[in-house]
Nanobody, 119 residues
Framework: QVQLVESGGGLVQAGGSLRLSCAAS???????????ISWYRQAPGKQRELVAS???????NYADSLKGRFTISSDNAKDTAYLQMNSLKPEDTAAYYC??????????WGQGTQVTVSS
């Protein structure tokens, strides 16, 4: 099983930026089985939604509404994925979670990190 720890959340003013990190740990065997890392977010009273995802070969996918403001990346040497968020808006306020999909079909989730954007 892979363990994921998110960090980098916080309070930022509208128009500001944050970079979230998602660090993976576990056995080397479980780490190399990760195929996709995704970022999701969930605002109070709303369903969890996909923000962006990146595969081991660096293919990326974004929610249409976030293209151009958010950038997902990964550093395989550090077993860490990142989410760079620019031009933040109050509606970006949410708990942000990373998830790892492994080649055996297992999905692991982190505990989440809170992002609050003030107007």
């Amino acid at each position: 099983q892979v363990q994921l720890v998110e960090s980098g959340g916080g309070l930022v003013q509208a128009g500001g930026s944050l970079r979230l990190s998602c660090a993976a740990s576990g056995s080397r065997f479980s780490i190399i089985r990760i195929y996709t890392i995704s970022w999701y977010r969930q605002a109070p009273g709303k369903q969890r939604e996909l923000v962006a995802s990146i595969t081991r070969d660096s293919s990326t996918n974004y929610a249409d509404s976030l293209k151009g403001r958010f950038t997902i990346s990964s550093d395989n040497a550090k077993d860490t994925a990142y989410l760079q968020m620019n031009s933040l808006k109050p509606e970006d306020t949410a708990a942000y979670y990373c998830a790892a999909l492994s080649t055996n079909g297992e999905t692991s989730w982190g505990q989440g990190t809170q992002v609050t954007v003030s107007s």
